[in-house]
């Protein structure tokens, strides 16, 4: 499975967009972006995956380059409950093993 | 649907004492994960089976074992605890294909003396 690179940590402004970038420069062509986030120490929840396209769900919006290298998580309008460590990872869809990093923490503020 | 959960929440042991830690899903799902989280780490995976009657290792499986008893449970046993095994071990599963999105439990928090 390839690694990613995320920053740390970030901040965002309550009601602002949240833009979380990764970077998976050695990706191979069939392995998908999946997005999860870990609100204090919970059990981590799925946000959204993708493999070529942008996607949207009802959490999120992911942009993936054309390359594949890198992509982005949007929170379109964050609130104080999305603070969270926020996890890119990038895997084989059949496999189902997921491969955590030290994700971006995500700090929401007021 | 209860989704997945664990048992106990909270345990504290003596070091050379063994447990086993439980993990029912009631989603029919075939893969279920065990993983450890050390404080301001990443998840780490212990011990993944695919599917009922197989178990593979992952990242971390020393000083673990693990049984897929049926569909809906897989445990993970400490048969020594160490004090390196202190951490936050969560269970996941996923459904047919591995496609899907893991569905976490709330995790149980051990501490090794």
């Known amino acids: 499975d390839a690694k990613t690179t995320q920053p740390p940590s970030m901040d965002c402004a309550e009601g602002r967009a949240a833009n979380l970038p990764c970077n998976h420069s050695t990706i191979s062509g069939n392995e998908y972006v999946y997005w999860y986030r870990q609100i204090h120490s919970q059990g981590p929840q799925y946000i959204i995956h993708?493999?070529?396209n942008n996607e949207t769900n009802e959490m999120a919006s992911l942009i993936i380059t054309e390359d594949r290298k890198s992509s982005t998580l949007i929170l379109p309008h964050a609130t104080l409950r999305d603070t969270a460590v926020y996890y890119c990872i990038v895997r084989f869809s059949n496999t189902g093993k997921l491969i955590f990093g030290q994700g971006t923490t995500l700090q929401v503020k007021p | 649907n209860a989704g997945v959960t664990q048992t106990p929440k909270f345990q504290v042991l003596k070091t050379g004492q063994s447990m086993t830690l439980q993990c029912a899903q009631d989603m029919n799902h075939n893969s279920m994960y065990w993983y450890r989280q050390d404080p301001g780490m990443g998840l780490r995976l212990i011990y993944y089976?695919?599917?009922?009657?197989?178990?593979d290792k992952g990242e971390v499986p020393n000083g673990y074992n693990v049984s897929r008893l049926n569909k809906r449970e897989f445990s993970l046993r400490l048969e020594s605890a160490a004090p390196s095994q202190t951490s936050v071990y969560f269970c996941?599963?996923?459904?047919?294909?591995?496609?899907?999105?893991?569905?976490f439990g709330p995790g149980t928090r051990l501490t090794v003396l």
């Open positions: 996941a599963s996923t459904g047919p294909g591995g496609g899907n999105e893991q569905f």
């Open positions: 089976s695919a599917s009922e009657g197989t178990t």
């Open positions: 993708g493999l070529k």
